[in-house]
C-alpha cells in the first residue's frame, strides 16, 4: 500500500479534501480558542522559556503562507517584511518581546487572511500529484500538525502564566488498579520507524528492522503516588541516582519536586491553571525533566526505556490498539485535551498495546533514554530545521503524546525531543529493565 493510498482509503480525492479543510477549521478554532484573552495576556512573556501567545498565534499563519501558499500555490508573499520576526531560528523565545509583532487583532487577520487563500489552494490542487508536498495532501498535513504542536505549547504558556479560568477542564474516566505493573517483551526483530503513515515526518523514516533484547517495561506511566515516594525518601537530596550534569542542575536551580508543586505540611499541592489542588495520587507525574525521570529509574532499581524499547511495546501499530483513528473523545487514550490533565492509571484499558502496556498514547509525554537521532537512510524533507538540525547528543526523545496532543499529531512512531532540563512540557515516564 503507497502512502496515497493510506490517506485516501475509500474516498478519494474529494473526501481527502473534505477532511483536510474540516482538520483545517478545528486547529483554527483550537488555537483562536486559547487566545481569547485580553491583549495583555496575549502580549506579554510569562516564561524566558515561552513565546508571548501572540508571537505563536501569528507564527502558525506564516509557516502557512511559507509553505501551502507559496511553495504549493505560487502566490507573491503577503507580508514578506515579517517574515523575520517568525523565523523560529532568526530569534530565541527569551528576545521575541521586543521584535515588532503583530498585536493581537492584526495577528488574528493576517491568519485569517493566509487561511481563505489556503482553502482557494486546497480546491485546485491535485492531490495525486507526483510531488511530495502534494501527494496525499502532505503539505496540509504538515501545517496542521504543527498549528496542533504550536496550540500544545499555548497551553504550557498558559499553565506558565497561573491565570485562572482560561483553559477548559472536562471529565475522564476512572482509573482501575493493575493486575501487574511491569510487562515482558521477548527478544526478536521489530520493525520501527514508518514508510506508509502518509503524513510522518522525515524522522520517522524509513521503516527499519533492529533486533532487541528481552526487557521488561512497565504496564503504565509512573504515578505522583509511585514518584512521591521518591521525594519522601530523600530522592532530591542523595546524588547517588542522579547523573552528575543532572545534580549540578537539581542543585543550581533548588528544585525539590516536580514544577507546580508545593509541601504545606503533610501535604502537596499543585497549580494547574491558575488552580491550587492536591497532587492526585493516581495520576502520571507530569512536568518533570529528563534527569528527574533518569533519576527516579535509577533510584528504583530500573531505567528509562530506549525509544526503541518503547516503540516495540506498542505491537507495531499505528496505534497500540491497532489502525483506528482515536478521534477528539475515542475510547482508547487521553488526546485533545478532553481534559486538562492525565487520566487516573488504568483509565483506558482499550488503549491497551498487543502485549498489554497501557496508556503509551496521551496523557503525558514519556521521555526515554535516547538522544535525539536520524535513523539509518533517513532522507531530510522538506526543510532541514525540522529535524535535521537538531541531531546529535543534545536533546532526548520524548514519545507518545500528552493529554494536551491533538490526535493528529501523535501516533507510534512520532519522535518529539527537548532539552533534558525542561519541565514546562507536559513531560512524565514510564521505566524498563533488562532481563537479568
Known amino acids: 500500500m503507497t502512502d496515497l493510498d493510506a490517506v485516501l482509503g475509500n474516498a478519494g480525492p474529494t473526501g481527502l479534501k473534505e477532511r483536510i479543510a474540516a482538520e483545517l477549521a478545528a486547529v483554527r478554532e483550537r488555537s483562536l480558542a486559547y487566545t481569547d484573552a485580553d491583549d495583555d495576556m496575549l502580549v506579554r512573556q510569562h516564561s524566558p522559556l515561552m513565546s508571548p501567545l501572540v508571537w505563536d498565534l501569528a507564527h502558525v499563519g506564516n509557516y502557512e503562507e511559507l509553505w501551502v501558499l507559496r511553495e504549493v500555490g505560487g502566490i507573491e508573499p503577503l507580508r514578506p517584511e515579517i517574515d523575520h520576526l517568525y523565523d523560529a531560528f532568526k530569534h530565541p523565545r527569551k528576545d521575541r518581546p521586543s521584535l515588532p509583532l503583530l498585536g493581537p487583532a492584526e495577528a488574528r487577520k493576517y491568519i485569517s487572511g493566509v487561511r481563505g487563500r489556503v482553502l482557494d489552494v486546497l480546491d485546485q490542487v491535485d492531490l495525486a500529484a507526483p510531488d511530495p508536498l502534494r501527494s496525499g495532501g502532505y503539505v496540509f498535513g504538515l ?109 543550581r536551580n533548588g528544585v525539590e519536586a516536580p514544577l507546580y508543586w508545593t509541601r504545606d505540611g503533610d501535604t502537596w499541592w499543585r497549580v494547574r491553571f491558575g488552580r491550587e489542588e492536591p497532587v492526585p495520587p493516581d495520576e502520571p507525574v507530569q512536568h518533570v525533566s529528563w534527569y528527574e525521570a533518569d533519576a527516579y529509574a535509577r533510584w528504583a532499581g530500573k531505567r528509562l526505556p530506549t525509544e526503541a524499547e518503547w516503540e516495540k511495546a506498542c505491537g507495531g501499530r499505528t496505534y497500540p490498539w491497532g489502525e483506528a483513528d482515536p478521534g477528539h473523545l475515542g475510547r482508547w487514550a487521553n488526546l485533545g485535551h478532553r481534559a486538562a490533565r492525565p487520566s487516573p492509571a488504568g483509565a483506558f484499558p482499550d488503549g491497551a498495546s498487543p502485549y498489554g502496556v497501557e496508556q503509551l498514547i496521551g496523557d503525558v509525554w514519556e521521555w526515554t533514554d535516547s538522544w535525539f537521532q536520524p535513523y539509518p537512510g533517513y532522507r531530510c524533507f522538506p526543510y532541514e530545521e525540522y529535524s535535521k538540525v537538531f541531531f546529535g547528543e543534545t536533546y532526548r526523545v520524548l514519545r507518545g503524546g500528552s493529554w494536551a496532543t491533538h490526535p493528529s499529531a501523535v501516533r507510534t512512531t512520532f519522535r518529539n525531543w527537548d532539552y533534558p532540563i525542561r519541565r514546562q512540557i507536559f513531560a512524565g515516564f514510564r521505566c524498563a529493565r533488562s532481563e537479568e
Open 143 to 251: 501545517v496542521l500538525q504543527h498549528e496542533h504542536q504550536h496550540d500544545e505549547t499555548m497551553l504550557a504558556t498558559l499553565q506558565l502564566s497561573r491565570r485562572p479560568g482560561l483553559v477548559r477542564d472536562g471529565e475522564l474516566p476512572p482509573g482501575r488498579p493493575a493486575a501487574e505493573p511491569e510487562v515482558h517483551i521477548p527478544a526478536g526483530v521489530f520493525t520501527m520507524g514508518t514508510d506508509t503513515v502518509a503524513w510522518a515526518y522525515d524522522n520517522e523514516r524509513p521503516a527499519h528492522r533492529i533486533y532487541l533484547p528481552g526487557y521488561w517495561i512497565d504496564r503504565r506511566p509512573v504515578t505522583n503516588a509511585a514518584y512521591l515516594e521518591f521525594v519522601e525518601d530523600g530522592g532530591y537530596r542523595d546524588p547517588r541516582w542522579w547523573l552528575p550534569q543532572g545534580w549540578e542542575w537539581a542543585e
